[in-house]
């Protein structure tokens, strides 16, 4: 079988995050062939991003830049092309400018589609709104004209966190699976310490954007007896280094923009606490939180919405998104090493249930079903 995938960025957005997973693209090797629509002039070469497809062959389409303003004008080609392709299957993870195209080619072509969301859209024009009237007002614009189409074309829709199915309920009747993202256990689990770090070492990962909202982190590390290693790179990365040095704060706290994903489960390992205040309203359990519980590491995350826990209520510890209630949950895991223990081991336990063989499965049997009109009890 063939796979024609709409990523959400070129690829070698990903490659340089060191963002290239193993199969990502082509679950249990499902497909024979995956064609990459990278909407850039020149994206990478598909050696460097052979692993996201597995033992398949991978094939990157550059077909330049394309926005919301010349998507009709491009429109021709896109389709000639994935004529030419002729894929089983096309699959995209947003609903904006991807997703239409995605959709746009299963219409008039009349090939499967496979909608996987991976945020709150909703929720990303209530804060858009706030900080950068352009992207709101481009968000407003898809609200209306692009995302409905893209959600009411797809055969498939899955969800990673359950805080997006009021959005999609909102505009189809079709009620989402939810898909959680996927992470190699084993990896995480056969990880090795770094020596070189400080302890008690409190890990945070994730992207160095508002809605992370590290400056909580930082701030609850001020009352701490502890050292810090954030992850990750983006707009707030000089504020946030302005930030830990008004607060005196360079001998306990560092940022590090990227780290390799090979060897980022040697991180984790290193650590006694993983935390991170991001928005719940975006979020529900986002990779690193996956990551942190296959290493087995207490973790301390912010209060979910109503009845959209994901099912964490027994395996984390929620706080309030501010300093003082992060500080103080943390500190309650380091200095009790029986807590950090209970913890420890139902982080392992729960971690079972994202490992990327089950996920896997799943999404290669979501596939299967979408292509041959049947479900594994057909």
């Given amino acids: 079988m063939k796979l024609c995938v709409f990523p959400n960025d070129p690829i070698r957005a990903y490659f340089e995050k060191g963002e290239i997973k193993d199969r990502y693209y082509n679950p249990q090797n499902l497909f024979k062939e995956v064609h990459i629509i990278s909407f850039t002039h020149d994206d990478i070469d598909e050696k460097d991003a052979q692993t996201l497809v597995g033992n398949a062959k991978l094939k990157i389409h550059s077909v330049g830049k394309i926005g919301l303003g010349n998507r ?8 000639d092309l994935i004529k030419q392709i002729k894929p089983d299957v096309i699959r995209a993870y947003n609903p904006l400018l991807q997703g239409w195209f995605a959709a746009k080619c299963s219409d008039e072509l009349g090939i499967p589609f ?9 929720q990303n024009r209530k804060l858009l709104k706030k900080k950068n009237l352009k992207k709101f007002l481009a968000l407003k614009y898809t609200e209306k004209l692009i995302e409905p189409y893209v959600l009411q074309h ?6 990673v966190y359950k805080i997006i199915e009021p959005y999609v309920l909102k505009h189809t009747k079709e009620k989402p699976e939810v898909l959680y993202n996927k992470v190699n256990c084993e990896k995480f689990s056969n ?20 809605e992370k909202n590290h400056h909580c982190l930082i701030r609850a590390m001020k009352n701490l007896d502890a050292y810090c290693v954030i992850i990750g790179n983006g707009d707030r ?32 390992k290193s650590a006694e606490v993983f935390a991170l205040a991001y928005d719940p309203d975006l979020e529900g359990v986002p990779i690193p939180v996956i990551e942190a519980m296959a290493t087995g590491l207490p973790i301390v ?45 139902k982080s392992i336990k ?22 041959t009109g049947k479900t594994p009890k057909e």
């Fill in 72 to 79: 009709q004008k491009n429109l021709v080609n896109i389709l």
């Fill in 114 to 122: 496979f909608l996987s969301l991976h945020t709150q859209y909703d």
């Fill in 154 to 159: 797809a055969q498939k829709i899955t969800i």
């Fill in 191 to 210: 990880s090795k310490k770094i020596e070189s770090f400080s302890t008690p070492l409190i890990i945070s990962v994730g992207r160095l954007i508002e």
């Fill in 237 to 268: 990365y000089n504020e946030l280094q302005n930030l830990i040095k008004k607060l005196d704060l360079e001998n306990k706290i560092a940022i590090e923009k990227s780290v390799p994903n090979e060897s980022i489960q040697n991180y984790y």
């Fill in 301 to 345: 995350i912010p209060f979910p919405n109503t009845e959209y826990s994901d099912n964490l209520e027994n395996t984390v510890v929620f706080s309030e998104r501010n300093a003082e209630a992060f500080s103080r949950n943390i500190e309650k895991i380091l200095k009790n090493s029986d807590v950090a223990k209970e913890l420890s081991e």
């Fill in 350 to 371: 729960k971690s079972k249930e994202f490992d990327s063989s089950i996920i896997e499965k799943r999404e290669a049997e979501i596939y299967e079903e979408i292509v």
